[in-house]
C-alpha cells in the first residue's frame, strides 16, 4: 500500500509530462487535448536547446572521466593506509555533499572566480569542475566499500611475492578488479552531473548552459514546450544510466558464463 | 637452496606482540614446519621471510646471501596462501602464467609451462576454468602451481591447508609433499594443526608467545618434547607434576611410578608425561593383587571414546583422584592398565624450557 503511494507520487508526474509533451493543448483542463509532435520538432529546431543538449553530454563525460581518474588512485591509496588520519579525510569526502549545499558551493564560485586573478566564472572547465566537486564522493564510497569487500590486499600480496611491481599490480590485478565498481558509480556520476541545475545555474555562462538550466527558460511559454522539454531530459538521464547498468550487466553475465 | 633465519627480532608498533630471537636453518630440501597456537607468532614469521615485513634486527639469507632488506616481489619465493588469493578475473591458467608474464617468459613458453605444472597437479583440464566456478581443493593446487611455475628459491606455504576440509587435507598433505620433493625445494610450512606437520616436516618448530619453544624432528618433538608445553600441543599425553624419589622412582602426587629417571638426580622437580599408547590395558591379573605391581591400576573408565582404529579411554585410578588417558586398539573391557617404565618421560618442570 505505502509502496503504491510511493511509486505513483514518483511516477504519475513523470506520466503526465510524457502525455502533455504530445498534446496539442493544454490549458485548465485535466488533460491535454489533441495529439501533435510539434513540441518535440520545436525543441529540435530551437538552437539554444541544441547547443545545451550536446553541452550536457559533454560536461558528463568530462566529469565522469575526471572524477575517475582522481577517484580510483584516491580511494585506493586511502584503503592501502587505513590510519586513523586516512579514515577521517575518507569519512568527510563522503559526507561532502550533505555538509555543503550546492547553493553554497554556487555562491563560493560566483565569489572566487569573478576576481581578477581567476577570472574563469563562465567558463565550461569551471562547471565541469564544478560537477567533479559534487559527484565525487558517490564515486569514492563505492570503491572504498568494493575495495574492501574484494580482498584486494590479499591479491596483491600475492601478486607482489609472484613478483610484481607496485605499477603491474595496479594495472593487472586492481583496475580490472574494479571495473564494474567504476562503472556503478559512473552511472551516479553522469546521472547527477546531466541533471545537476543547482550549481550550474549560478555560474554557467550564457553560451555553455547545459540542458536542465535552459529547461528552466521552456516553463515561461507553452506547457507542451516544457513537457517536451522535460521529457528528453529524463531520456537523456535514463541514457546516461542505462548505459552503464546494461555495460555493467554484460561484464558480470560474460564472467559467469566462462 | 638453503634458509636461515637467524636471531630475527620483529615488534608489531605500539604492541608487545611479534617474534623474537627466532632461529631457523632449513637445508636444501628440508621441509620445516612451524606449528603454534593462533598468535604464537607463526604467520609473522613466514612475513619476515617472504619480505612482507623487515625484521626489526637479525637477518635472513637465501643460500648464504642475505636478503633481509631484499624486497618481497624481488626474493623470488614461491607463497601459498590460506586464502588461495588466486586472481579472479584470471583464467587458471592465466594465474600459473602470471609470475612467468611478470618475468618477461613468451606467451607461447609461459602458457606452454603453466599448462604443464596445471597437469603436474591434476589440473591440466581445467586451464580454461575461472577461480570462482572451482572447488577449494582445486583453487590450492592452482595456488601451488603458480607458486612453483617460476622455479623459486624456497615455498612458503601459510596455513594452506586450514580452509579445506578434513579428507581433502590429507590428500593435499602427500601432494605437497611430493612436489615439494619432486621441485628438490626447501619449504616453510606454518600451520596450527600438529597433525599435518608432523606428517609432512622434516623438522618442526614450535612456537609460542613469538619465541621458537622447540626445534626438532617430528620424532624427536613427540618422543622427547623439552617441555610441558610441547608435550601438551604435540599429540595427547598424560601430564603429571613430579618428584625424583629415587634412582627409579617419580612421586607424581597420587602414587609412584616406576621410570628410569636418567640425568635427573633425587628430590628434583620434574614434570611426567606418558602418551596414551604407552597406557596398556591388562587382562585382570588373578593372582597378583593391586598395588605390588607398580605402575598398574584399576578402576572404571570415565570416558570411553570410540574413535575408528583407536579406542580412547580416561581410566580413574581405585582410590586416588587421577585419571590416565589411554589408547587401544582392544574392543574389550577395560579395568586395569599398566605403564611400562621405560616409557615414563622425565621433563624439566613448568611450562617453559629455562633458556
Redesign the interface.
Known amino acids: 500500500m505505502v509502496i503504491g503511494i510511493y511509486l505513483l507520487y514518483i511516477f504519475l508526474p513523470i506520466i503526465l509530462l510524457i502525455v502533455g509533451s504530445f498534446g496539442e493543448s493544454w490549458t485548465n483542463t485535466l488533460l491535454p487535448t489533441g495529439f501533435s509532435l510539434r513540441w518535440y520538432l520545436d525543441v529540435w529546431h530551437d538552437p539554444s536547446f541544441r547547443r545545451a543538449f550536446l553541452m550536457s553530454l559533454y560536461v558528463a563525460l568530462g566529469t565522469s572521466a575526471i572524477v575517475t581518474a582522481l577517484t580510483v588512485p584516491l580511494a585506493y591509496a586511502l584503503t592501502r593506509s587505513m590510519g586513523r588520519t586516512a579514515t577521517l579525510v575518507a569519512r568527510l569526502v563522503a559526507v561532502m555533499p550533505i555538509a555543503a549545499p550546492p547553493v553554497v558551493l554556487g555562491f563560493g564560485y560566483i565569489i572566487i572566480f569573478s576576481t581578477d586573478t581567476f577570472p574563469w566564472l563562465g567558463t565550461t572547465a569551471l562547471i565541469v569542475a564544478a560537477h567533479v566537486v559534487t559527484t565525487l564522493p558517490y564515486m569514492f564510497q563505492t570503491l572504498v566499500a568494493d575495495i574492501r569487500h574484494l580482498h584486494l590486499d590479499r591479491l596483491e600480496l600475492a601478486a607482489e611475492s609472484l613478483g610484481a611491481s607496485f605499477g603491474q599490480r595496479f594495472f593487472h590485478i586492481v583496475l580490472p578488479s574494479l571495473r564494474h565498481s567504476i562503472l556503478a558509480g559512473l552511472v551516479v556520476v553522469s546521472a547527477i552531473s546531466i541533471g545537476e541545475f543547482q550549481v550550474t545555474n549560478l555560474i554557467a555562462g550564457f553560451l555553455n548552459r547545459t540542458y536542465p538550466v535552459v529547461l528552466l527558460q521552456a516553463f515561461y511559454g507553452a506547457t507542451g514546450f516544457a513537457c517536451a522539454t522535460t521529457v528528453i531530459l529524463l531520456f537523456l538521464a535514463a541514457i546516461g544510466a542505462g548505459a552503464g547498468a546494461l555495460t555493467a550487466r554484460a561484464a558480470a553475465r560474460a564472467k559467469e558464463s566462462v | 637452496m638453503s634458509i636461515d633465519i637467524e636471531q630475527c627480532n620483529f615488534q608489531y608498533p605500539g604492541t608487545g606482540v611479534g617474534v623474537f630471537d627466532v632461529s631457523i636453518n632449513a637445508a636444501q630440501g628440508e621441509l620445516i614446519a612451524v606449528i603454534g597456537a593462533s598468535g604464537s607468532g607463526k604467520t609473522t614469521m613466514l612475513k619476515l621471510v ?1 619480505g ?1 615485513e623487515q625484521p626489526d634486527s637479525g637477518c635472513i639469507r637465501v643460500n648464504g646471501q642475505d636478503v633481509t632488506h631484499v624486497p ?8 601459498v ?1 590460506q ?1 588461495y ?5 584470471m ?1 587458471c591458467l592465466d594465474n600459473v602464467a ?2 612467468l608474464k ?2 618477461g617468459v613468451s606467451q607461447a613458453e609461459r602458457h606452454k609451462r603453466a599448462l604443464a605444472m596445471l597437469d603436474r597437479v591434476g589440473l591440466g583440464a581445467f586451464a ?3 577461480p ?1 566456478s572451482m572447488s577449494g581443493g582445486q583453487q590450492q593446487r592452482v595456488a601451488l602451481a ?2 612453483l611455475v ?1 622455479n623459486p628459491v624456497v615455498l ?1 606455504l601459510d596455513e594452506p591447508l586450514s580452509a579445506l576440509d578434513a579428507g581433502l587435507r590429507v590428500e593435499m598433505r602427500s601432494q605437497i609433499c611430493e612436489l615439494q620433493r619432486e621441485h628438490g625445494i626447501t619449504a616453510l610450512h606454518v600451520t596450527h594443526d600438529q597433525e599435518e606437520a608432523l606428517s609432512m616436516a622434516t623438522k618442526i618448530a614450535l612456537m609460542h608467545q613469538g619465541r621458537i619453544v622447540q626445534l626438532a624432528s617430528p620424532q624427536e618433538l613427540y618422543d622427547n618434547p623439552n617441555s610441558r608445553l610441547v608435550a601438551a600441543f604435540v599429540g595427547q599425553a598424560n601430564l603429571w607434576e613430579g618428584t625424583v624419589t629415587s634412582q627409579s622412582r617419580v612421586d607424581v602426587g597420587f602414587a609412584t611410578l616406576a621410570c628410569e629417571i636418567g640425568a635427573y638426580k633425587e628430590g628434583a622437580a620434574v614434570t611426567v608425561l606418558v602418551r596414551p599408547e604407552h597406557v596398556q590395558p591388562l587382562q585382570e591379573p588373578a593372582s597378583a593383587s593391586p598395588g605390588l605391581c607398580p605402575n598398574t591400576f584399576r578402576g572404571p573408565l570415565a570416558s570411553d571414546t570410540f574413535l575408528g582404529a583407536l579406542r580412547r579411554f580416561e581410566l580413574a585410578a581405585e582410590g586416588t583422584s587421577a585419571r590416565i588417558l589411554g589408547e587401544t586398539t582392544a574392543r574389550t573391557p577395560v579395568g586395569c592398565i599398566h605403564i611400562d617404565p621405560h616409557h615414563v618421560r622425565l621433563l624439566p618442570p613448568g611450562d617453559i624450557p629455562l633458556a
Not at chain 2, 618481497?72 to 607463497?79: F, I, K, L, P, Q
Not at chain 2, 588469493?85 to 578475473?89: T, V
Open positions: 617472504a612482507f618481497a616481489r624481488e626474493r623470488n619465493m614461491g607463497v596462501f586464502s588469493a588466486l586472481f579472479p578475473l583464467s602470471y609470475p611478470i618475468r580454461r576454468r575461472f570462482g603458480r607458486a617460476f612458503l
